[in-house]
Nanobody
Framework: QVQLVESGGGLVQSGGSLRLSCAAQ????????MGWYRQAPGNQRELVAD???????NYRDSVKGRFTISRDNDKNTVYLQMTELKPEDTAVYYC??????????????WGHGTQVTVSS
């Protein structure tokens, strides 16, 4: 069983910065792809950024140039560095870990989320 614990959320003004952390326990972290998702009230959960076990990254267009996802396999931790925050970034941010042991088989694990609120 994989457990994910997020931290680092909070209240910031527009233009400010936050760094989210997600610590993983219970599995070999280096074999998992990791991602950050977010969900605002009334909206669907959306992918913010993800990073493969090999370190390749992907971002949604609205955060490109502002957010950076990274991982430290020695610490079993994935990070999301957020800069130039905007009110529309306000959401609960969730950490995700996924593993594909074979073609067509995928395991997903989720943290409980951390609130990010950006005031104007």
């Amino acid at each position: 069983q994989v457990q994910l614990v997020e931290s680092g959320g909070g209240l910031v003004q527009s233009g400010g910065s936050l760094r989210l952390s997600c610590a993983a326990q219970g599995t070999i972290f280096s074999t998992y792809a990791m991602g950050w998702y977010r969900q605002a009230p009334g909206n669907q959960r959306e992918l913010v950024a993800d990073i493969t076990s090999g370190g390749s990254t992907n971002y949604r267009d609205s955060v490109k140039g502002r957010f950076t996802i990274s991982r430290d396999n020695d610490k079993n931790t994935v990070y999301l560095q957020m800069t130039e925050l905007k009110p529309e970034d306000t959401a609960v941010y969730y950490c995700n870990a996924n593993f594909l042991p074979s073609f067509g088989v995928r395991y997903d694990y989720w943290g409980h989320g951390t609130q990010v609120t950006v005031s104007s």
